[in-house]
C-alpha cells in the first residue's frame, strides 16, 4: 500500500503569512495528488488535483507542485477563512485512495 | 447545482450493521463513481471504497472488505453503504463523495455529502 505522510502536522501562521505544507508519498505517485481543506463540522474542498491544477472556485493564493514522491499545497496569503486542516490524498492506486494525516493551520 | 445529502445520525449497539444513504442531484447520477469516506472524533480521513453506479461494480479497501458494502438504487439516484459487525471503533462521521475523472486519468473528490455521524454503543 502507497503510505502518505505530511509536514509540519501542525502550524501557527499570521493572516498575510506564506505557507507550505509537504506531503510525501512512500513510493511514486506521478502528479496523482489531490489537496483537501477541512474546516471544524464541515466536509473536505477539494483544492487542488493531479497536483497542481486549481479547483474551479478556489483563490488563486493556493497552489500546488511536484510530482513523483514529494509535493507541496502553498497558500501565498494566508487569510482568515484559510485557517482549517488540509489534507494530501493520492490517486495513483484505485485499490486505495489513502488520504496523508492532515495538517492543522491555526492563528498564531 | 450538484449536492450529495446523507440522511441522518444513527446510534447502533455492537455487532449491529448500519445502512447509510446518498442521494445525489445536479448531474447525471450514473456518470460518476460514488466513494464512501470516514472520519472518526478528532481523526483523519479513511477511505472506504468506490461504487460505480452504473454498473454497480465496487472496489473496498482491504481494511473493510467483508464487512462493507455498497449498493444504489438508479431509479432514485441514491447510493447506500452498509457496515456490519459494528465495533466501538467504528464510529465516525461517514461521508460519500463524487469520484470525477480528469483527462481520463486522474481522480478526484469534487463533491461531497454533509456527513452522517454513526455512534456503535452498547
Known amino acids: 500500500d502507497i503510505q502518505m505522510t505530511q509536514s509540519p502536522s501542525s502550524l501557527s501562521a499570521s493572516v498575510g503569512d506564506r505557507v507550505t505544507i509537504t506531503c510525501r508519498a512512500s513510493q511514486s505517485i506521478s502528479s496523482y495528488l489531490n489537496w483537501y481543506q477541512q474546516k471544524p463540522g464541515k466536509a473536505p474542498k477539494l483544492l487542488i488535483y493531479?497536483?497542481?491544477s486549481l479547483q474551479s472556485g478556489v483563490p488563486s493564493r493556493f497552489s500546488g507542485s511536484g510530482s513523483g514522491t514529494d509535493f507541496t499545497l502553498t497558500i501565498s496569503s494566508l487569510q482568515p477563512e484559510d485557517f482549517a486542516t488540509y489534507y494530501c490524498q493520492q490517486s495513483y492506486s484505485t485499490l486505495l485512495f489513502t488520504f496523508g494525516p492532515g495538517t492543522k493551520v491555526d492563528i498564531k | 447545482q450538484v449536492q450529495l445529502v446523507q440522511s441522518g445520525a444513527e446510534v447502533k449497539k455492537p455487532g449491529a450493521s448500519v445502512k447509510v444513504s446518498c442521494k445525489a442531484s445536479g448531474y447525471t447520477f450514473t456518470s460518476y463513481d460514488i466513494n464512501w469516506v470516514r472520519q472518526a472524533t478528532g481523526q483523519g480521513l479513511e477511505w472506504m471504497g468506490w461504487?460505480?453506479?452504473?454498473?454497480?461494480?465496487?472496489g473496498y479497501a482491504q481494511k473493510f472488505q467483508g464487512r462493507v458494502t455498497m449498493t444504489r438504487n438508479t431509479s432514485i439516484s441514491t447510493a447506500y453503504m452498509e457496515l456490519s459487525s459494528l465495533r466501538s471503533e467504528d464510529t465516525a462521521v461517514y461521508y460519500c463523495?463524487?469520484?470525477?475523472?480528469?483527462?481520463?486519468?486522474?481522480?478526484?473528490?469534487?463533491?461531497w455529502g454533509q456527513g452522517t455521524l454513526v455512534t456503535v454503543s452498547s
Open positions: 461504487m460505480n453506479p452504473n454498473s454497480g461494480n465496487t
Open positions: 493531479a497536483a497542481s
Open positions: 463523495a463524487r469520484g470525477s475523472l480528469w483527462l481520463q486519468r486522474y481522480t478526484l473528490f469534487d463533491y
